[in-house]
């Protein structure tokens, strides 16, 4: 029968789970992580304190912050093989098939964490996550390059051994530039929850089964690798470059508002938001203080996008739709400034956004109402009928 369920395609009314995670008020543009607002934790938290929120409900003292980060920090190389999996792969791949090719690997090595009724063994888990991905993300980029893979430093923060492992080499001493580390931190810290999003809800589906957690945060990496969600920030920043300069704005607002067209205005948007993303604007402050850093106040990108940005606000297809910036309408620049290629942001936001996933995954795990995950479906096809032989066909 048909009548006995919700027909609710894209989940726009059906909350699938209790969380006590983040978050969102859209119509206010609030975010919070357990109760938090990210305002505040973006400058009085870095990104592993925000970790060990998501992941424990509270924010770390002294003593319990630097514990957390040496368990992390013992985790951060990858097993030696794991190199030739990288190898197997072409040099010009999209990081992001390498990150779920890489990431599902892991659960081939770590066989004494793959035990989800273990809490002891599903921590481990989500440690070697957290502290595997920049490996993995830095490993990619180096591979894409021809360079050969820096091996983590445990005494640089989370973000500034991320850098390192980015663009140092083996020939010479890596000099860790803080604004610029601060600003990847920032990222993270932005980019770490955001409730039931596409990416969080695979991650959590895949979880339902009882499937171990790096096959899970491989298909969230999947799902996160799409345009409309974590592949914007990449789609935003070759908007901006297609369109080139301040002249070409209203042609290029014109076929985006064009109804025949598919053009949209990347990094605009939400389901949930209907007002600015707060992530956006403090992604718009880490912008500015990047390019001054770096001497690039003028560059003609940041300038587009926030004439982009004003126009768009203006607009009355925007506003009539409640369409504001996304926090990655900003994060690209950001991103850009700091020497990352284009093609490895998404891989950025699937570093970041592990943690969110894996305590996500964690709570699901611990709900005694936790049942797997089997949408029903309203059924349009044939009513039944036979099968001829082929000869009668
Ligand atoms: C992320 O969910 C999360 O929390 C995601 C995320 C996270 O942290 O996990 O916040 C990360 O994914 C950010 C979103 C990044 N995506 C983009 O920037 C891509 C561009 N934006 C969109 O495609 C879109 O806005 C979505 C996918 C973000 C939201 O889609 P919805 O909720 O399904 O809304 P919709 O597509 O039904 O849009 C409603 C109307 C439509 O017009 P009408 O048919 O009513 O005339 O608004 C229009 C849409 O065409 N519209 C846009 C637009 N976004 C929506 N028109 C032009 N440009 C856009 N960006």
Redesign the pocket.
Known sequence: GTGKFTYDP?F?STASCNSSITY?DGDKGELQYRGYPIEQLAVNADFMESCYLLLNGELPNNVQKQEFVDTVTKHTMVHEQMQFFFRGFRRDAHPMSVLVGTVGALASFYHDSLDINDAKQREISAIRLIAKMPTLVAMAYKYSMGQPFMYPRNDLSYSANFMRMMFGNPCEEYKVNDVLVRALDRILIL?A????????STVRLAGSSGANPFACIAAGIAC?WG???????E??LTMLKEIGSVDNIPAFIEQ??D?NSS???????????KNF?P?AKLMRETCYEVLEELGLQDDPLFKLAMELEKIALNDE??VS?K?YP????YSGIVQSALGIPVSLFTGI?AMA?TIGWIAQWNEMIADPEQKIGRPRQLFVGSTVRDVKPLDQR
């Open positions: 894209g726009m969102i980019h929850d955001h409730e039931q999003n596409a990416s969080t996160l345009p409309a969600h974590g592949g914007a920030n789609a935003a985006v508002k109804k053009v949209k205005l990347m990094g605009f948007g939400h389901r949930v938001y993303d992530r297809y925007f739709r369409l996304n926090v990655d309408f936001f956004r």
